[in-house]
């Protein structure tokens, strides 16, 4: 029989080269995918953070960026930014999410935290920002300047940068407008069961009569309170926008809402058979209507403190302030800005002038106040 290993021999060195090779080329192809990966931009998020979507990820270093944390929601945010991006060159990086959320979240980051801002809405939220030590202070000429002081924080820890009042809403169809005159008369005997409130566990509320209690005392604000629930058509609604469809389907005729709910609703539906009325005007004694903010606040430990500085002063300037305060029917901080068309059609009205500070430091009062009440 004739051997095969004879056959085999020659076959074995052939292979032995054919694999070192292959072992080379792959190698190589290890090596230039390597090369492309390093050379190519990165494509890892940066944590959660949302990006500007008129800024383009560029070779700028991370700390020119400025990082904002928001509990105002993306689509009032994202045209500002976008704004200041084009203005100023600098790239604005944000995240948004609730208040309570993104405070807790800057307190565990603590000094690691990527965050340069905090924009968030209430006086009472800005103040327990404050209050949880997450704030420096704005240290701010322009600030001081264009921001009345009764709109930003007495410690200089926020400003405000938007204004919203908290004002009666009323059917047309079934109120007359000359029936209205304060927040207090909403507890006459006339608005039995004709009243609709959103629930006292919302901070609008909370801020309402924590400001109800700086000017009348708790005594008579819990008088006050105690009247409007006793005059409630319906359990108090979830939302600002159900007592007002609450007063369209007549369970009720008269209401408290902040004002841009009106206006969204007022853009949605034609001939709205509603509209605002500014209590508390008339009297010498009368304070005006109780108002409260957006604002923003520069964190403690922010990376990038002089470039935060330095968009929170352009928030306050007047091309800012216009785009800021319209987009979401708000009013200007500055009186010099121009308003939005619809939200100037509402009508002037006096501003309560107590400082907005005190709505934090006595919440907790108010809580107790309207649980007391039987506010639910």
Not at 48 to 65: K, Q, R, T, V
Not at 304 to 332: C, I, M
Request: some cysteine; overall charge negative.
């Amino acid at each position: 029989m004739t051997s095969l290993i004879p056959s085999i021999k020659p076959v074995m060195p052939f292979m032995a080269v054919l694999l070192r090779l292959l072992s080379v080329r792959l190698l190589v192809a290890s090596a230039l995918i390597s090369l492309i990966i390093a050379c190519s931009p990165s494509s890892e998020p940066v944590s959660d953070l949302a990006l500007n979507d008129s800024a383009e990820i560029n070779d700028a270093e991370p700390s020119e960026a400025i990082v904002v944390y928001s509990s105002r929601n993306e689509h009032l945010i994202q045209p500002v930014f976008a704004l200041f991006t084009e203005q100023t060159g600098i790239e604005v990086k944000y995240t948004t999410d609730k208040a309570g959320v993104l405070i807790e979240r800057i307190k565990a980051e603590g000094k690691n935290t990527p965050a340069d801002v905090l924009i968030t809405v209430d006086a009472g939220t800005l103040g327990y920002a404050a209050q949880q030590g997450i704030f420096q202070t704005l240290d701010s000429a322009i600030v001081a300047e264009r921001v009345p002081a009764y709109l930003r924080d007495d410690s200089d820890y926020w400003t405000g940068l938007s204004l919203r009042a908290r004002t009666i809403v009323y059917s047309t169809e079934r109120v007359k407008p000359e029936q209205l005159s304060s927040y207090q008369n909403l507890g006459a005997d006339q608005w039995q069961g004709r009243v609709c409130l959103r629930t006292s566990k919302k901070v609008y509320n909370q801020s309402l009569v924590a400001m109800l209690i700086a000017e009348q005392g708790e005594t008579k604000a819990e008088s006050i309170v105690s009247s409007w629930v006793a005059n409630l058509a319906i359990p108090p609604t979830s939302n600002d926008t159900k007592v007002m469809d609450a007063i369209l389907v007549g369970q009720c005729d008269v209401g408290i809402i902040n004002t841009y709910y009106f206006g969204r609703l007022q853009t949605k539906i034609a001939d709205l058979p509603l509209a605002l009325f500014w209590p508390n005007q008339t009297a010498e004694a009368d304070s005006g209507v109780h108002v409260n903010v957006a604002g923003v606040g520069i964190l403690k430990h922010s990376k990038n403190a002089a470039q935060a500085k330095r968009l929170v002063e352009w928030l306050v300037s007047d091309s800012a302030q216009a785009l800021f305060a319209g987009v979401n029917k708000e009013y200007p901080i500055n009186d010099s800005v121009e308003v939005n068309p619809q939200v100037a059609s509402w009508g002037h009205f006096k501003q309560n002038p107590l400082p907005l500070s005190q709505a934090y430091v006595l919440q907790p009062a108010a809580v107790k106040l309207m649980d007391r009440a039987g506010y639910k």
